[in-house]
């Protein structure tokens, strides 16, 4: 089996798990978990399957740990952390493109190369501000900020870099729509390596279901504004559905999408598939 086939059959599996649960949660705690500042713990895996990069079209693979961790601040203030660990796996490439030829991936710089690769990506932290006692506008926003936490060259750039992320978003029914926005700079890195100046660009769109079910078309777009003309931008388009389910007391909110991108760097990716799982710890 092919590993594409492996990562969607894997796919089905948990979905299959989600579809043969009976009690689905309540649905203020299915809007919270579609709430990126939201006052509760949770732990998202994301796997992301890459289709067709580089010089060569292979494929790329990652695995994003992305735990949150709320702090109250007072009465009045919550401080949101929110951190991305990515696991990335790049196939190797039967030749090799311009050496400033790069794409985005976990929300990092990677570069092809002409081996495969395995390991750690660059580590990201946001911290978001947000008022404790939201209106119908739920907001955040702080720092940013990526470490060279890379353990080889071809899966992010050894650069120090820092910015800001800010988020808005407004439940209105049964739908959830905002808006996520970060960029960073570099900050600190060694001599030669490349300047950093990207962004990301998160639209949120989620229509809410009966009994836990959802559909989807949250989206990460990305900007790297050192690039050439015609690589700044990845614009992916797509969606999927997902459903929020109980296993016993614990809360597990599953999500599979897919997406094609209609704009991208030369050796970025023409498509990808995404499937998340996210534990959900919320505070009694």
Same mark, same amino acid.
């Given at each position: 089996?092919?590993?594409?086939? /492996? ?11 989600? +579809?043969?649960? #009976? ?6 705690? #299915?809007?919270?978990? #579609? ?145 996520? +926005? ?49 690589? /700044? ?40 598939? #995404?499937?998340?799982? /996210? ?6």
């Amino acid at each position: 089996m092919s590993r594409p086939s /492996k990562i969607l059959a894997t796919a089905a599996l948990f979905v299959s798990l989600a +579809l043969v649960q #009976q009690d689905a949660c309540a649905d203020d705690l #299915q809007e919270q978990s #579609q709430n990126p500042v939201a006052n509760h713990n949770s732990l998202p895996i994301e796997s992301n399957a890459n289709f067709e990069t580089g010089p060569t079209e292979k494929n790329a693979y990652s695995i994003l740990i992305k735990p949150v961790y709320p702090v109250r601040l007072g009465d009045n203030w919550n401080l949101i952390n929110r951190f991305i660990a990515p696991v990335v796996y790049l196939e190797g490439q039967d030749a090799i493109g311009p050496p400033d030829t790069s794409f985005e991936l976990g929300g990092s710089e990677v570069f092809p190369g002409s081996d495969s690769e395995f390991g750690l990506g660059n580590l990201q932290y946001q911290a978001f501000f947000s008022p404790a006692r939201p209106g119908k506008l739920i907001w955040g926003a702080g720092p940013a900020f990526e470490l060279p936490t890379n353990t080889d060259k071809s899966l992010g750039s050894d650069t120090w870099s820092a910015g800001f992320a800010a988020v808005g978003l407004t439940i209105q029914g049964r739908w959830v729509l905002g808006l996520l +926005l970060q960029n960073i700079w570099d900050v600190a890195s060694d001599s030669g390596e490349p300047d950093v100046n990207r962004a990301t660009v998160q639209p949120i769109l989620t229509y809410n279901l009966d009994k836990g079910w959802y559909i989807s078309a949250t989206t990460t777009m990305s900007a790297n504004w050192e690039a050439d003309s015609g690589d /700044k931008w990845t614009v992916p388009l797509g969606g999927g559905v997902g459903r929020l389910v109980r296993f016993g007391k614990q809360p597990v909110d599953f999500k599979l999408m897919a997406f094609s991108n209609v704009e991208k760097p030369e050796f970025g990716p023409d498509w990808s598939a #995404q499937f998340t799982i /996210k534990f959900l710890f919320p505070k009694s």
